[in-house]
């Protein structure tokens, strides 16, 4: 096992070697051979790389982006890699059935941060620390890169990243005579939520019959682990000690779910159907037809919001970072690329993730899809924010708190956390009593 019960807080890793290229990646094409000799730096020792010439990926079926890059890398190395596809909900099934046969068909796949906690736990995924340097010296968001680095050691390497935002319809505010401005300070503001629920109510009214709330959100499930996790970083606390220890029911963690019952049955001003939406695309349909006002949802939300063929509010879209308790706070949600530790084809499959996380093929995928880069720099470039206005948003949204607490046994203590969560929220237990039993619970399995 790689967990440390004294596990310091995750310290960043930037120590990046420089990436020596010319020109476009298309127009880097290289003949790949079986074996390069390298050296290693203040050394006459030489290394020899086993480059198989061939190469197999499990992508995540919408991942696009890094589908069109296998063409780029086939005429740059001369390998055509093969690929295989798995939806997100299928990817910790997929990855463990053929791992429990200690076995891999596949030298590079898809992963969540969840999904690479239980994989490095299980020495499934390698350890690439001592590679960081072959990547690029650009600056890697410092919370896309800490959700997979487990006791200082890094298993996955981010090709996207992300974390919800608030997103809200101008119209809507306007009609309420709301400032349809006033959200774009709140992530900068302490206590800012008092604001922002006083917005969401003035916002719930039925509206020539049809009844309009302020808010939406997706709370079914695990789902509601989103908006609780950036709640009570906003209040200053933790989900988890350093010792992977539950520490949710600190006054932090009540106040936190506190706030998620109020607005539910207190200020009445979410959408009563919140505990049924299990992702993004189950809430998304009501704000987008324009009678829901505010939205904690993914970047790319934004851009569809914004698309007068998928939404009425287009061109009346706002978004910024999440509103301030004492501190703005989200949760990431990049996306990343490991390798199995039972791939025949590691030189092959580091490779790629060095081409896909290269500097010009992070900017193409900045430019021409929704997936945002992973370089902080490049949520600022102005071709970047012109194609992804939400861009800087995101990078302004990882200046505050956005930890995951990934770690052992992920799934089943946040199983039995979302429980005692929903049990509050449907009225079954007091948000005290729900975290006072979440953590008892969790300490059993955290031993």
């Known amino acids: 096992m790689i967990w440390d019960k004294k596990m310091s807080r995750r310290h960043l890793l930037k120590q990046m070697g420089k990436y020596s290229a010319a020109g476009s990646l298309l127009l880097l094409a290289a003949a790949c051979t079986p074996k390069v000799q390298t ?129 809200w319809n101008k119209e809507m505010f306007e009609m ?17 939520w008092d604001e922002f629920v006083e917005f969401a109510k003035a916002m719930t009214k039925n509206v020539n019959g049809t009844q309009h709330y302020g808010l939406v959100d997706a709370w079914a499930d695990d789902q509601v682990l989103l908006t609780y996790r950036a709640l009570i970083q906003m209040h200053g606390g933790d989900v988890l000690d350093e010792d992977f220890q539950p520490v949710m029911n600190s006054d932090a963690g009540i106040e936190a779910l506190q706030k998620m019952v109020d607005l539910l049955h207190t200020h009445k001003c979410i959408d009563p159907a919140v505990t049924t939406y299990t992702w993004v695309f189950d809430a998304s349909p009501s704000f987008l ?40 706070a989200s949760a990431d949600g990049s996306e990343f690329l490991a390798i199995p530790v039972y791939s025949e084809n590691v030189e092959e499959a580091w490779r790629f993730i060095q081409l896909a996380t ?55 203590w946040t199983e039995i956390l979302a429980h005692e969560i929903h049990e509050a929220l449907n009225q079954k237990k007091s948000a005290k009593d729900a975290l006072n039993d979440a953590a008892k619970e969790i300490e059993k399995i955290m031993r």
């Open 358 to 412: 290269s500097y010009e093929f992070q900017k193409q995928q900045g430019v021409n899809t929704g997936w945002l880069p992973i370089y902080s720099e490049l949520l600022e470039d102005e071709e970047v924010v012109e194609a992804n206005p939400v861009a800087p948003v995101v990078k302004k949204a990882y200046e505050y708190p956005t930890r995951g607490y990934y770690s052992p046994n992920y799934g089943r």
């Open 176 to 192: 309420h005579d709301l400032n349809p401005n006033a959200p774009e300070d709140w992530h900068s503001t302490p206590n800012s």
């Open 39 to 167: 050296s290693k730096e203040g050394s006459d020792e030489t290394e020899t790389l086993d480059f198989t010439g061939e190469l197999t990926l499990l992508l995540g079926s919408h991942m696009d982006y890094l589908q069109e890059l296998a063409p780029v890398y086939k005429e740059r190395y001369g390998v055509d890699p093969s690929i295989e596809l798995v939806t997100s909900p299928d990817l910790s099934n997929t990855l463990t059935t053929s791992f429990l046969a200690r076995e891999s068909p596949w030298d590079v796949v898809f992963n969540t941060a969840q999904v690479s906690a239980d994989m490095a736990d299980n020495e499934w995924i390698l350890d690439l620390t001592d590679r960081l340097g072959d990547l690029e010296s650009h600056e890697i968001l410092a919370g896309s890169l800490e959700a997979v680095n487990f006791q200082d050691r890094q298993f996955a390497i981010p090709v996207t990243s992300g974390c919800p935002i608030l997103v």
């Open 289 to 328: 037809n324009g009678t829901r006002g505010m939205f904690f949802t993914w970047p790319f939300m934004a851009d569809v919001a914004n698309d007068p063929e998928e939404s009425k509010i287009a061109g009346n879209v706002g978004f910024a970072p999440n509103p301030a308790v004492d501190t703005s």
